[in-house]
């Protein structure tokens, strides 16, 4: 497919374990992004990854959180030791370059932490 | 930091009707976005605009940066059921320089057949 990619589209887990979300950006983009939308609240930037460049991490919520991206391309999201606070909707984003440019997004992934 | 302003937060509407969705920024807008969600699902790219009195349509949607560059108009002409869903605004963060986009809290459209 042409779109940006994210597996699963949905998550259960028990609080305690630790979770892993993928996302599989647009071919030829170099920007990638991850965002959390929680219940009734809009979306929040996690990461941002550009090219070769150091990652953005500047909105992940604690050091629970952590994300990679190899090779340039597929992307994976940890969530270490869920909270139920951690329940949303993760999405992922990729762009050509950053700033001033559309972002595709993906379907997202529905975490639920029971 | 910049942050984003949407009203109304939700609009129920008749099929047939116009409507319009506001979207204020706290600061200059550099590149502002309008995007639309449906439930489940992720975010489809409506429209960027970027100039001062900028205005771009497509079929029957059309939004609007004012001169200031810290407001944003969607304009919804003869809305139909096939409009519903969550309408976000999303700018570059200038300030923080952070390469990610900052959103409204969305404006949620229902329509009435």
């Known amino acids: 497919g042409a779109g940006v990619s994210q597996s699963p589209s949905n998550k259960v887990t028990e609080k305690g374990k630790d979770v892993e979300l993928r996302c599989d950006p647009i071919?030829?983009?170099?920007?990638l992004y991850w965002y959390r939308q929680s219940l009734g609240q809009g979306l929040e930037f996690l990461i941002y990854f550009q090219g070769n460049s150091a990652p953005d991490k500047s909105g992940l919520p604690s050091d629970r959180f952590s994300a990679e991206r190899t090779g340039g391309s597929v992307s994976t999201l940890t969530i270490q030791r869920t909270q139920q606070e951690d329940s949303a909707v993760y999405l992922c984003?990729?762009?050509?370059?950053?700033?001033?440019?559309?972002?595709?997004f993906g379907p997202g992934t529905r975490l639920t932490v029971l | 930091s910049q942050e984003l302003e949407q009203s109304p937060q939700s609009l129920i509407v008749q099929e047939g009707k116009n409507l319009t969705i506001n979207c204020t920024s706290s600061?200059?807008?550099?590149?502002l976005y309008w995007y639309k969600q449906k439930y489940g699902e992720g975010l489809i790219f409506l429209m960027m605009?970027?100039?001062?009195?900028e205005e771009k349509s497509h079929e029957k949607i059309t939004a609007k940066l004012d001169e200031k560059k810290q407001q944003s108009s969607l304009h919804i002409t003869a809305s139909q059921p096939s409009h519903a869903g969550i309408y976000l605004c999303?700018?570059?963060?200038?300030?923080?320089?952070?390469?990610?986009?900052?959103f409204g809290s969305g404006t949620r459209l229902q329509v009435q057949p």
């Open positions: 605009l970027q100039k001062g009195g």
């Open positions: 071919s030829g983009h170099t920007a």
């Open positions: 984003a990729s762009s050509f370059i950053a700033s001033y440019n559309e972002q595709f």
């Open positions: 999303g700018a570059d963060d200038v300030d923080t320089g952070r390469r990610a986009l900052t």
């Open positions: 600061k200059t807008l550099y590149g």
